[in-house]
């Protein structure tokens, strides 16, 4: 019985690629989850994690139930990035 699965190339490409991450200019949320922080930082989510737990980074999340929140106001100050 042959099960293999096959999918176009754009399938493919798209489940390599990652998500798809809102332009800071346009994010409407107040803080984002921190792999969202770190891509608009271009860091790593290890990093970030180590600035939250350090307490040494540019910004300092918000932590809502035991769970880093990055405000997306404070993105934008770091980046120099108007509203």
């Known amino acids: 019985m042959n099960t293999a699965t096959h999918h176009?190339?754009?399938t493919r490409e798209g489940?390599?690629?990652g998500p798809a991450f809102v332009s800071l200019a346009r994010e409407t949320r107040a803080a984002v989850d921190t792999a969202t922080a770190a891509y608009h930082l271009n860091r790593q989510p290890q990093t970030l994690r180590c600035w939250?737990?350090?307490?040494?980074g540019p910004l300092r999340p918000l932590r809502i139930n035991g769970r880093?929140?990055?405000?997306?106001?404070?993105?934008?100050?770091?980046?120099?990035?108007g509203k």
């Open 8 to 10: 176009s190339a754009e």
């Open 15 to 17: 489940a390599i690629a």
């Open 52 to 56: 939250a737990c350090n307490e040494d």
């Open 68 to 81: 880093l929140a990055w405000p997306v106001s404070e993105l934008r100050r770091v980046l120099g990035v």
